[in-house]
């Protein structure tokens, strides 16, 4: 019902930038708010950033705030994660994420996952 295309990955230095996009495509898809989760090696998958269906609320996580932005395009309902001074524990695998329901960002309320895109952050 809802596709979730994530990419813009790469290997960074520390410091550094980099820009992933997520092409959302469906019917429905514009009725679901969409967000942003990572997943380190050996860590539990976590919330990094959320944002509503309407574009213009959105919420991150302490660890990424004043670092990472999250947009959307509600023309196409592609979204992107600006993400800027990168540390190396940042280094994980990125994934696009949609939900219709819940309040938290919990795990348990995502109902479409992206392939994930994998994010390298060099000391």
């Known amino acids: 019902q809802v596709q979730l295309v994530e990419s813009g990955g790469g290997l960074v230095q520390a410091g550094g930038s980099l820009r992933l996009s997520c092409a959302a495509s469906?019917?429905?898809?514009?009725?679901?708010?969409m967000g942003w989760f990572r997943q380190a090696p050996g860590k539990e998958r976590e919330f990094v950033a959320g944002?509503?269906?309407?574009?213009?609320?959105?919420a991150y996580a302490d660890s990424v705030k004043g670092r990472f932005t999250a947009s959307r395009n509600i023309a196409n309902n592609a979204m992107s994660l600006q993400m800027n001074s990168l540390k190396p524990e940042d280094t994980a695998v990125y994934y696009c994420?949609?939900?219709?329901?819940?309040?938290?960002?919990?795990?348990?309320?995502?109902?479409?996952w992206g392939q994930g895109t994998q994010v390298t952050v060099s000391s």
């Open positions: 994420a949609a939900r219709s329901l819940g309040s938290s960002w919990s795990i348990r309320d995502i109902e479409y």
């Open positions: 469906g019917r429905t898809v514009s009725s679901y708010a």
């Open positions: 944002i509503m269906r309407s574009g213009s609320s959105a």
